[in-house]
């Protein structure tokens, strides 16, 4: 995983915030795909504690993606994140669509899909 990636979406969110931008989409990936085995990548840091000692209840794919969106937080405008593949690894569709606010819609096929539509303020732009 990106060590600073926190630092970087932290610094990200302030400037967007300071630069006051209108939307921020997030393509995804936003986690690593191999969260499932923190420990093994990080068991030999200094000072590591193993996750389910410190997080005792949480999956290491849920607090991930609770730690990126509080990275983001500073920001205050709308962000609309997207998801791939690395957090399909790591959650259920139905998880990633609560944690992200993706609406996730049933298709014909029985296929959970998250898609959404949004108009730009200016009205000349839509993001589907």
Known sequence: FYRHALVAAKHAANHFERENVDL??????????KCQEID????EEE???PFQEQYQDLDPGHGAVDDVVEALSEYKGKIL????????????REDIGMKLD???????????????AHDSS?????FV
């Not at 921020?24 to 795909?33: E, F, Q, R, S």
């Open 122 to 126: 200016c009205k000349t732009v839509k």
């Open 40 to 43: 093994k990548h990080c068991q």
């Open 102 to 116: 993706i609406p996730f819609v049933r298709e014909e096929s029985g296929d959970l899909v998250g898609y959404y």
């Open 81 to 92: 994140h997207t998801y791939g593949n690395h957090e399909l690894y790591n959650l259920n």
């Open 47 to 49: 000072g590591h504690i």
């Open 24 to 33: 921020v989409i997030n393509l995804g990936d936003t986690i690593d795909g």
